[in-house]
Nanobody, 126 residues
Framework: QVQLVESGGGLVQAGGSLRLSCAAS????????MGWFRQAPGKEREFVAA????????HYADCVKGRFTISRDNAKNTVYLQMNSLKPEDTAVYYC???????????????????WGQGTQVTVSS
């Protein structure tokens, strides 16, 4: 059984930074791409960033490009999301997710992921 546990969320002022972590267990972490998504109140869940199995390929939503960085440590079975220059519109619950099969691509759509964490709240005050 795969488990994904996010941590690192909180309340931060606009312009500040947070680093989210997602610890994975249950299957060989280094075989799978990982993604971060977010959902704000009243809005659909949206893609934020994704990283391939090795960490060599990443992809970002346009709204976070240049501010957020996704990375992974396969020795620690953990994926990270470093968020800088945070804006009030970044306020959301952030979820990590694991790709449904081992492959080389970087999935950007939620239906390409089969395991999800419980989410961590990020609130950015203006």
């Amino acid at each position: 059984q795969v488990q994904l546990v996010e941590s690192g969320g909180g309340l931060v002022q606009a312009g500040g930074s947070l680093r989210l972590s997602c610890a994975a267990s249950g299957r060989t972490f280094s075989n799978y791409a990982m993604g971060w998504f977010r959902q704000a109140p009243g809005k659909e869940r949206e893609f934020v960033a994704a990283i391939n199995w090795s960490g060599g390929i990443t992809h970002y939503a346009d709204c976070v490009k240049g501010r957020f960085t996704i990375s992974r440590d396969n020795a620690k079975n953990t994926v990270y999301l470093q968020m800088n220059s945070l804006k009030p519109e970044d306020t959301a619950v952030y979820y990590c997710a694991q790709d449904y099969i081992p492959r080389g691509v970087v999935p950007q759509f939620s239906d390409e992921y089969d395991y999800w964490g419980q989410g961590t709240q990020v609130t950015v005050s203006s």
